[in-house]
């Protein structure tokens, strides 16, 4: 079934034509008459402030009580509405007056969702007035909808479902990615360990080869002085000396050769 499309009861039967000729209902009627023009223009908010203004001088005024229950449905205020359809209600003079209070007060529970409290309004919406069809199809509408949440195929638990379907995969989501990442930062801290220990092992290795190359230049014999005897070293140095002579004697022979210069004239 299609949502319903809600119609209530708008300005209550002469409520323009307002009855008393006292000065007292004369200026009640005046803040009716001019809610009703502000609220025919949309102006809801200012209608409401007039109709109130209206239940001032005349706090058991009909009208003023119903079509103040319109601004406030119109300002989608449905418990304020209801409670001035209420009022409109006790204070209505006739059966349809009544009705009318009575399908509108349907109509804020329908907005409500809650189906029990349409149904009854509607009911005694009809009680009222037997041929109102609005009423009448609402009514059916409202225990369509009752039938399915009892059910639990449709209306709010449905929604409901969804809504909680929709959450949970959200939150599955959710714990999903935090697992990942948590996944992730571990990954990366084994990695961060791993090149940290590669690391202080390569210290250690480079420190370890310091200390042998250290251990291996301590080990290291140093040269011992060369240990000739006696003879040995009388020989060396006859050597030496002979040597020394055969230079000196070069050294002499070149001193003492004559330079030939060619004369030039």
């Known amino acids: 079934m299609s949502t319903v499309q809600l119609t209530y009861k708008t300005i209550l039967?002469?409520?323009?034509?307002?009855?008393?000729?006292s000065a007292f209902a004369q200026t009640g009627n005046k803040y009716i008459r001019k809610g009703n023009e502000l609220y025919q223009q949309k102006q809801y908010t200012d209608a409401e402030a007039n109709y109130k203004k209206a239940l001032e001088v005349n706090?058991?005024?009909?009208?003023?009580?119903?079509?103040?229950?319109?601004s406030l449905y119109e300002q989608k205020r449905y418990d304020d509405?209801?409670?001035?359809?209420?009022?409109?209600?006790?204070?209505?003079?006739?059966?349809?007056?009544?009705a009318d209070a009575s399908y509108n007060i349907g109509n804020t529970f329908m907005e409500g969702k809650k189906w029990e409290e349409s149904i009854?309004?509607?009911?005694?919406?009809?009680?009222?007035?037997?041929?109102?069809?609005?009423?009448?199809?609402?009514?059916?509408?409202?225990?369509?909808m009752l039938k399915k949440q009892q059910q639990g195929g449709g209306g709010d638990n449905k929604d409901?479902?969804?809504?909680?379907?929709?959450?949970?995969n959200k939150d599955q989501n959710k714990?999903?990615?935090?697992?990942?990442?948590q996944k992730d930062k571990d990954k990366q801290d084994q990695n961060k360990n791993k090149d940290q220990q590669n690391k202080d092992k390569q210290d250690q290795d480079k420190d370890k080869n310091k200390d042998k190359d250290k251990d291996q230049q301590d080990q290291k014999p140093e040269p011992q002085p060369s240990k000739l005897n006696k003879q040995e070293a009388e020989r060396l140095l006859q050597a030496l000396g002979q040597e020394e002579n055969k230079l000196q004697d070069k050294m002499k022979k070149a001193k003492g050769q004559a330079v030939q210069v060619e004369k030039d004239w």
């Open 175 to 181: 714990d999903n990615k935090d697992n990942k990442d």
């Open 160 to 168: 409901n479902k969804d809504k909680n379907k929709d959450q949970k």
């Open 120 to 144: 009854k309004a509607y009911k005694e919406a009809l009680k009222m007035n037997p041929t109102d069809e609005q009423a009448r199809y609402n009514l059916a509408y409202a225990q369509a």
């Open 13 to 21: 039967a002469g409520t323009l034509i307002c009855l008393g000729s």
């Open 59 to 70: 706090q058991q005024s009909v009208e003023g009580r119903y079509n103040l229950g319109n």
């Open 81 to 98: 509405a209801r409670t001035q359809y209420a009022n409109s209600f006790k204070l209505a003079p006739n059966k349809q007056e009544k």
